[in-house]
């Protein structure tokens, strides 16, 4: 594209035609949708990988560069991990449910591995782990698989599921605050998109 009245060439701008800002979260039937397309054609990994997405709030770095000694240190998968974020350098303290359990015995149970593998090694680049954009790109193909738009999701639709439904039952914003690894509460209430209207519902449901 030529500007006449600058003699500039101008670059397209990158984000056009394309949705910016905070990438929506899964919903509970998104959720259930996603695991039994990804149980039925046997995506072992890929299911492991969603579902302590879901469970550990995690950004993509730091999910994608976990080795199995952080998760199981001992040989069995703890309920509980805390481990140090890229980004803040501060820890981030997740639980791992049973259901969740289950995919990463059954992940970790098709390698040959010792405790400081990484938990999702590449399978192009000898050594080294998932990247984050194939991360991106298999949360692509997860969200097409139940027929949403993967340009309305990313990989911070994983990290703010969970949150978001907990905010949404009980309004604890302290909470989820702690789960996020956010250092101040203003953070949280941006990330989650906490508006005045949710304000003033949670309001109106206090009786004093």
Same mark, same amino acid.
């Given at each position: 594209?030529?500007?006449?009245?600058?003699?500039?060439?101008?670059?397209?701008?990158?984000?056009?035609?394309?949705?910016?800002? %905070?990438?929506?979260?899964?919903? %509970?039937k @998104?959720?259930?949708?996603?695991?039994?397309r990804?149980?039925?054609?046997?995506?072992?990994?890929?299911?492991?990988?969603?579902?302590?997405?879901?469970? *550990?709030?995690?950004?993509?770095?730091?999910?994608?560069?976990?080795?199995?000694?952080?998760?199981? %240190?001992?040989?069995?998968?703890?309920?509980?991990?805390?481990?140090?974020?890229?980004?803040?350098?501060?820890?981030?303290?997740?639980?791992?449910?049973?259901? $969740?359990r289950?995919?990463?015995?059954?992940?970790?149970?098709?390698?040959?591995?010792?405790?400081?593998?990484?938990?999702?090694?590449?399978?192009?680049?000898?050594?080294? @782990?998932? *990247? $984050?954009?194939?991360?991106?790109?298999?949360?692509?193909?997860?969200?097409?698989?139940?027929?949403?738009?993967?340009?309305?999701?990313?990989?911070?639709s994983?990290?703010?599921?969970?949150?978001?439904?907990?905010?949404?039952?009980?309004?604890?914003?302290?909470?989820?605050?702690?789960?996020?690894? @956010?250092?101040?509460?203003e953070?949280?209430?941006?990330y989650?998109?906490?508006?005045?209207?949710?304000?003033?519902?949670?309001?109106?449901?206090?009786?004093?």
């Amino acid at each position: 594209m030529f500007d006449a009245s600058f003699g500039e060439i101008l670059k397209p701008v990158w984000n056009k035609g394309r949705q910016v800002g %905070p990438k929506r979260a899964l919903k %509970p039937k @998104h959720i259930w949708g996603i695991r039994t397309r990804l149980q039925s054609e046997n995506r072992t990994r890929d299911l492991a990988l969603f579902d302590l997405a879901i469970d *550990s709030k995690l950004r993509g770095c730091d999910l994608v560069g976990l080795r199995i000694s952080e998760i199981a %240190p001992t040989g069995e998968i703890e309920p509980r991990v805390s481990v140090i974020q890229q980004k803040t350098g501060r820890p981030a303290q997740f639980e791992i449910t049973e259901n $969740t359990r289950q995919s990463l015995r059954r992940w970790l149970g098709m390698r040959q591995r010792v405790p400081s593998d990484w938990l999702w090694p590449s399978r192009t680049y000898q050594g080294a @782990h998932l *990247s $984050t954009r194939q991360y991106a790109r298999l949360v692509d193909e997860w969200v097409s698989l139940i027929g949403l738009d993967p340009v309305a999701y990313g990989t911070h639709s994983l990290r703010r599921t969970k949150v978001s439904i907990l905010y949404k039952k009980t309004g604890n914003l302290r909470a989820c605050q702690l789960l996020l690894g @956010h250092r101040k509460l203003e953070s949280t209430v941006r990330y989650l998109g906490v508006e005045i209207d949710d304000a003033l519902a949670l309001s109106e449901a206090t009786e004093i």
